[in-house]
């Protein structure tokens, strides 16, 4: 059974998103104002793509130019949530390396046909699972290495490389970007179940059928996020993406 599209839907949206603002604001988390713009954000994207999704899958250069705009969207989201600084476009590289080679495996092999309808959700669901764990391991390492600055020239005093340095301090913070995607995995059917299975019990497939399915997506999901974590810790420890300059010392 589907949810209607009808005003009681709206309205019970519309309430949920007060809730949510009104929670946020008296336990004073700070992001009341960013909770209220992306709920709406998320009306008007849905909105907009469910109504441009017919003519999206109808031509592989509508297709590619959809696929690009959730890669672009995805880079910029996560880069600007790492650092505001020009290096945020870094994001692009850890995305990439972890679903680029996830979908070519996935259409090599034929398991996701070249259809828009096949690949535009399989894709959407993976950028999503790399901007996740790119955000949170390059968010983690920055926050790490601006704590700990101390023990970085510490071992820079001592010899150590400069990447080397800043790999000890910011490896075990940014390795917790994996914990949501494994605390998912390891729970998957007793404690939750997925949006993949119920949207494919919905459909009218099999249990069978829509646990191959869950179980595709959440293994996929782990090779893309290991991946986009272990990119953007290297970048971080490069110096690549960073908050501020790097001292002659640390190099760049």
Known sequence: MLLPVNVTLGVVLAVLLVVAVAVVALARLGHA???AVAGLRAAVQLTAVSYLIGWVV??????????????TVATRTAGRRITKNRTWWWAAVPIAA????????????????PRGLALIPVAGILIGG????????GRRALDELETRRGEVEAGLALGLPARDARMEVARPAASDALLPGLDQTRTVGLVTLP??????????????QAGA????????????????CAVVLELVACGRMHRVPLTPAEGE
């Open 98 to 113: 972890g679903v680029v080679p996830v979908v070519g495996l996935l259409l090599l092999t034929g398991l996701v046909p």
């Open 195 to 208: 949006g993949a299975f119920v949207g494919m019990l919905l459909g009218g497939a099999s249990p069978v």
């Open 213 to 228: 399915v869950q179980l595709f997506v959440l293994v996929a999901l782990l090779a893309v996020q290991a991946a986009a």
């Open 33 to 35: 104002r960013a909770v």
């Open 58 to 71: 109808s031509a592989v250069s509508w297709l590619l130019c959809f696929l690009l705009l959730m890669f």
């Open 130 to 137: 790399a901007l996740t764990a790119t955000v949170l391991g």
